[in-house]
T-cell receptor, first 111, second 110 residues
């Protein structure tokens, strides 16, 4: 069966520190992969999506970057975190025109 | 940009009653999807309805789609306390991404 793993569940990082959030998918090949951010009580904002290894599309200019070093691995990074990077980060995968499967999310607090 | 708009923003009903949430969108779509999110958790896919479908059922869930009005509704029948969550609609316009609404917060009172 298909599963998605996202970790850590919570993270508290100081301003200016680096960030690396990892997401891995099992049970499917060549999925579309997504990183979303959700502000409290709000909808989802798409940050990055990838349709293949090394292919990253960015939706909004920001302090973050994404990489897809393997087919089923998607990494969200930052060299220097800002206070405004705090939020709930969600990884997801899908096949074209299909439903999305989400990870359990990472609550990032930048202090 | 945000395309889907859920209505109402918040809904509070008694357990056992039916809950109806609506979603409107602006452009042509391939499909429309509904998701549930429990507080502080990831989203769970509920139903996908394609643009050539008008109604779809899954257990106590019924989704309708009216492409002429660019709107969809999600009906939860015989609500339970466990249905308390935020519900989001999202439209797929074949651009490798979903366009999300801001969600409806549903509270089921025991």
């Amino acid at each position: 069966s298909q599963t998605i793993h996202q970790w850590p569940a919570t993270l508290v990082q100081p301003v200016g520190s680096p960030l690396s959030l990892e997401c891995t998918v099992e049970g499917t090949s060549n999925p579309n992969l997504y990183w979303y951010r959700q502000a409290a009580g709000r909808g989802l904002q798409l940050l990055f999506y990838s349709v293949g290894i090394g292919q990253i599309s960015s939706e909004v200019p920001q302090n973050l970057s994404a990489s897809r070093p393997q087919d089923r691995q998607f990494i969200l990074s930052s060299k220097k975190l800002l206070l405004s990077d705090s939020g709930f980060y969600l990884c997801a995968w899908s096949v074209l025109y299909g439903g999305y499967t989400f990870g359990s999310g990472t609550r990032l607090t930048v202090v | 940009s945000q395309q889907g708009e859920e209505d109402p923003q918040a809904l509070s009903i008694q357990e056992g009653e039916n809950a109806t949430m609506n979603c409107s969108y602006k452009t042509s779509i391939n499909n429309l999807q509904w998701y549930r999110q429990n507080s502080g958790r990831g989203l769970v896919h509920l139903i996908l309805i394609r643009s050539n479908e008008r109604e779809k059922h899954s257990g106590r869930l019924r989704v309708t789609l009216d492409t002429s009005k660019k709107s969809s509704s999600l009906l939860i029948t015989a609500s339970r306390a466990a249905d308390t969550a935020s519900y989001f609609c999202a439209t797929d316009d074949s651009n490798y991404q979903l366009i999300w609404g801001a969600g409806t917060k549903l509270i089921i009172k025991p």
